[in-house]
């Protein structure tokens, strides 16, 4: 149909993607082998049968166990580098991806050795893909706030490499607040600042990242919607929300594509974006995410048009450069 066919052609900025849930059950398979790591599956197809989640827990107990197959520079960069062939192939022309250092520091792999991996991929793929970047790195948040001011120093020699910082992980019981200090830091440091919020949590979290936190982004969002002052604050301040419809389906946030928020937060004039979260676990790309909420919500070309666009707009790039690609 016409709908698919200018979704595959325009081109797009994706702001919420996790470089770790791009892992593919191949190449989960591969690295497992080539790394001499037990994994406790016999086919990608097994892999696969097992994505079947109840909630956002549920998938991350699954997600950080997959991540333990990532060990050498050189699989940072050909995951990194698969990721981003497949972006190309959807017409993505910047990305804005996350990575968990504390999710490979942890296990004993050197953060230098995830950075140098994954931005070596990076910039082979702005030179032969024409793909521009920003590298964003977040904080666990089940973990403490002095864990996460250890990996601020950290990445401090680096800044340059990186260029913002998120929040991510187990949402409920680990509000914004617990994490005010080291995202001060983070700014004073010159770097972005983004957080999920919303997604899980109520709307409060999304109010204390936007307080306290002081994000320019907000990663999902949806339970902002049953806030009416928080809508009106949110469309106000012309805040992006990175929704991720597929991801909200597979972790039970909504229970039909149909019920995505994608469609009621243009209505409300809010700057929403679609983008895929953690693709190899949730069942699709950044024009996967696109084609299923067109499909659901019956979106017009107009508005297809304006979540590409609210994604250039509401990433890091410069004003100039985001205005070379709207
Ligand atoms: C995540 Cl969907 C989601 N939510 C929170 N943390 C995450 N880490 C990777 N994917
Ligand atoms: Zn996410």
Not at 107 to 112: I, T
Not at 140 to 162: K, Q, Y
Request: net charge negative; with cysteine; glycine share 8%.
């Amino acid at each position: 149909p016409a709908r698919d066919a200018l979704i595959a052609r325009l081109p797009k900025a994706e702001l919420h993607l996790h470089i770790e849930g791009s892992l593919e059950p191949e190449m989960l398979f591969a690295l497992a082998e080539r790394n001499g790591v037990a994994i406790p599956f016999a086919s990608a197809q097994e892999v696969r049968a097992a994505y079947a989640f109840s909630n956002l827990q549920d998938f991350l107990d699954i997600y950080y166990q997959g991540m333990g197959v990532l060990q050498t520079e050189q699989d940072f960069y050909d995951l990194t580098w698969a990721y981003l062939e497949r972006a190309a192939a959807d017409n993505v022309r910047h990305v804005e991806i996350f990575f968990d250092p504390q999710g490979h520091t942890e296990r004993g792999v050197a953060f230098e050795t995830v950075l140098d991996g994954i931005e070596r991929a990076l910039k082979d793929g702005e030179a032969q893909l024409g793909i521009s970047y920003r590298l964003i790195m977040c904080f666990l948040r089940h973990l403490s706030e002095d864990e996460a001011l250890s990996t601020l120093s950290e990445a401090a020699p680096h800044v340059g490499r990186i260029h913002g910082v998120g929040l991510d992980s187990s949402e409920v019981g680990h509000p914004p607040r617990k994490f005010e200090r080291v995202f001060a830091k983070a700014r004073e440091l010159g770097l972005h600042v983004t957080a999920h919020a919303g997604e899980e949590g109520p709307p409060a979290y999304v109010h204390e990242a936007l307080d306290l936190l002081k994000v320019e982004r907000i990663d999902h969002g949806n339970r902002a919607l049953e806030d009416p002052a928080l809508i009106a604050r949110l469309a106000d301040e012309g805040m992006t929300l990175t929704v991720c419809p597929l991801s909200n389906l597979r972790l039970c946030v909504i229970d039909a594509i149909g019920a995505s928020p994608v469609k009621r937060m243009l209505d409300l004039g809010l700057k929403v974006t679609v983008n895929a979260d953690d693709p190899a676990y949730f069942g699709g790309y950044v024009n996967d995410n696109f084609r299923a909420v067109a499909d659901a919500l019956d979106l017009t070309h107009a508005e297809i048009v304006t979540l590409a666009e609210n994604s250039f707009a509401g990433s890091f790039l410069a004003p100039a450069d985001k205005a070379r690609h709207i």
